[in-house]
């Protein structure tokens, strides 16, 4: 047997094996990625889940409104009505995430693959992300409210070690303090440019 031989020998049984205990691991790992992203809900999983997202989409609806109270009873003008802007659209959202929810209730005892829950399930999941955007949108509509903290008090404390003179006043006592130049007679710079 030669070296060429032995070689080759040695990449097909490196590719065997591969093929014999690396392909069913990675073909595992490939269906638990599937599960992590939503491909292998089943109809009956789909519907459970996108009656969550219906859920959290409701909620922050409440949020919104909640916002809307708030502002009609400072009576914010600029507030309510960016408010109530965002509380039409969210309103909006959570009707088509209704829908949705309906749609996957009578599509999914009939859906065999369970391809056609899992894409209303996804429209339901982003309606759920919509409703958060337009809560967070609505909550930017408050303002101020939400990042005052209180009047602001300013305290200020001078490091002793630092000199009482004023080094920019012409007679500051700086000859005599050691530095050796005093500023009253250095004067002014010469002028750069004779066109001033």
């Not at 939503?38 to 009656?51: I, M, T, V, W």
């Not at 693959?113 to 759920?128: A, Q």
């Amino acid at each position: 047997m030669n070296y060429r031989s032995v070689i080759k020998w040695a990449i097909l049984g490196g590719l065997l094996f591969s093929m014999a205990f690396l392909g069913p691991a990675l073909k595992a790992q490939k269906s638990d990625e599937d599960v992590a992203t939503g491909d292998a809900l089943s109809p009956r999983e789909a519907l459970r889940q996108g009656a969550m997202e219906l859920w959290a989409a409701e909620k922050s609806g409440e949020k919104v409104r909640e916002y809307l109270v708030a502002a009609r009873k400072k009576k914010d003008i600029i507030r309510i009505n960016c408010v109530q802007e965002k509380l039409s659209q969210i309103n909006t959202v959570i009707g088509l995430a209704r829908k949705g929810l309906k749609d996957l209730r009578s599509a999914a005892p009939k859906d065999d693959t369970g391809e056609k829950s899992r894409i209303l399930y996804e429209k339901m999941s982003i309606y759920r992300e919509q409703a958060e955007n337009i809560r967070r949108e609505a909550e930017g509509c408050s303002g101020e409210e939400l990042t005052y903290t209180g009047k602001t008090k300013v305290t200020v404390e001078i490091d002793p070690s630092i000199p009482k003179i004023d080094p920019t006043e012409p007679h500051s006592g700086l000859s005599g303090s050691g530095i050796g130049v005093d500023l009253a007679i250095i004067g002014r710079p010469p002028e750069v440019s004779p066109y001033f």
